[in-house]
C-alpha cells in the first residue's frame, strides 16, 4: 500500500501566531519538531495498517520544516517547491492509495482559527465553486483528480469541519480551537498519539469509502488585500476581473485550476 501525505504546519498542536511558524524566527523550533512528530505518527499509523511506501511532502513555506532523520526510515521526503502547479500535492499520481492531510488549518475569512488563511495573505478571499475554501478545499480536489482519495485530516476543528461536510468517512483528528487571537489545543503528545491511531484506523478500512466525485466545472472568485495584485492576476489567460480587489476563472480541467493558482496566489 503506497501512502501519500501532505504536511503543514498552522494546524499543529499549540501553534497559536505566525511567528511560531517562520523559520527566522526564534519560537520556531518547538513547533517545527512539533510538526515532525505529527507527520511521524501518521506515518507510524500508515505503516502499522500495512502501508510500505510512503511519501510526505513539506508543504509550509519554505518547504524545508520537517526533520527528516526523525521521521521513520523508508519514508521519501519532498523538500522546497518545484513549481509544480500541484504545489501542496506535488508527486502525487494515481500510484498512491490513498492521502493523508496533516497540520492543516482554516481557510482565508474563517474564525476558526487566528492563523486562518488559504495559500497566501494576500488573499483575504477564497471561493470554490461559491463556497470559501480552504487549503484542504483545493488539494482534496487535486488529490481526487488523479484517483486519490484523502482519508485522514489533522488540524485545527475548522479544517476537521469542513473536510467531514465533504467527506463524511474521512478520519478527523482535531487537536486544538481558535478563540478570537489565542487557540486551545490538546497535550502535543496527545496529539500525536491521536494522529497515529487514526492513521491505523482510516487505512484499515477501504479507502475508496472517501473518494469525492469531481464536479464537472471549477469556478474560482479570489479577493485580494490590494488592488494592485487583483489587476494583474485579471490578465492571466481566461481570468476575470469582477471588481477592483476580486478575480475569477473558470474551467472543467481542475489541472487548469491549479496552474491559475500557482500564479496568482
Known amino acids: 500500500m503506497k501512502i501519500y501525505i501532505s504536511a503543514d504546519i498552522e494546524g499543529v498542536a499549540g501553534l497559536v501566531h505566525f511567528d511560531e511558524a517562520t523559520a527566522d524566527k526564534s519560537v520556531f523550533e518547538p513547533f517545527r519538531a512539533q510538526m515532525t512528530r505529527e507527520v511521524a505518527a501518521a506515518c507510524e ?3 502499522a495498517a500495512g502501508a510500505d511506501e510512503i511519501w510526505v511532502k513539506d508543504a509550509h513555506d519554505t518547504a524545508r520544516n520537517l526533520i527528516a532523520e526523525e521521521l521513520p526510515d523508508g519514508v521519501r521526503l519532498i523538500r522546497g517547491w ?6 501542496m500535492m506535488q508527486e502525487i499520481d494515481a500510484s498512491f492509495d490513498a492521502a493523508m492531510m496533516i497540520g492543516y488549518h482554516a481557510g482565508a475569512g474563517s474564525d476558526a482559527s487566528p492563523l486562518a488563511h488559504t495559500y497566501s495573505g494576500r488573499i483575504t478571499g ?3 465553486n461559491g463556497r470559501p475554501a480552504s487549503e484542504y478545499r483545493v488539494n482534496v480536489y487535486a488529490a481526487a483528480s488523479v484517483g486519490v482519495p484523502v482519508v485522514l485530516i489533522s488540524g485545527d476543528e475548522g479544517v476537521c469541519a469542513d473536510a467531514a461536510s465533504l467527506q463524511p468517512h ?3 483528528v482535531p487537536v486544538k480551537h481558535g478563540v478570537g487571537a489565542s487557540v486551545v489545543s490538546l497535550h502535543p503528545r496527545l496529539a500525536v ?4 491511531e487514526a492513521a491505523e484506523r482510516a487505512l484499515r478500512g477501504d479507502p475508496i469509502r472517501c473518494a469525492i466525485p469531481l464536479p464537472e466545472r471549477f469556478e474560482i472568485e479570489l479577493t485580494y488585500r490590494h488592488h494592485e495584485p487583483a489587476y494583474r492576476a485579471s490578465f492571466y ?3 476575470r476581473s469582477l471588481d477592483p480587489m476580486t478575480v475569477a476563472f473558470e474551467s472543467a480541467d481542475y489541472f487548469e485550476v491549479l496552474r491559475f493558482l500557482l500564479f496568482v496566489v
Not at 82 to 87: L, M, R, T, V
Not at 193 to 196: E, L, Q, V
Request: proline share 9%; hydrophobic share 40%; aromatic share 10%.
Open 45 to 47: 499509523g500508515a505503516a
Open 82 to 87: 518545484s513549481g509544480d502547479p500541484y504545489s
Open 126 to 128: 477564497f471561493r470554490l
Open 170 to 172: 474521512i478520519e478527523a
Open 193 to 196: 498519539a491521536r494522529i497515529r
Open 237 to 239: 489567460p481566461g481570468a
